[in-house]
């Protein structure tokens, strides 16, 4: 196996770097959309309840 040059493992690195920035990113996306989604059933429900049965 031949010996990475210092140019590649630093591109290597960056692009480590970036993946995991990514990834994390993508993790808080995810996490975002599930509140909103919950806070919308929490919402409609209370609306539903409003409108239908709480007389």
């Known amino acids: 196996m031949k010996p990475i040059e210092p140019d590649e493992f630093a ?3 960056k692009l480590e770097a970036i993946h995991t920035e990514l990834a994390q990113h993508r993790r808080m996306a995810r ?3 599930l509140l909103v989604v ?3 059933v ?3 429900a209370g ?9």
């Open 42 to 44: 929490v919402i409609l």
């Open 11 to 13: 591109k290597h690195r």
């Open 47 to 55: 609306v539903a309840y409003h409108l239908l049965g709480h007389n």
């Open 38 to 40: 919950v806070l919308n």
């Open 31 to 33: 996490f975002t959309l």
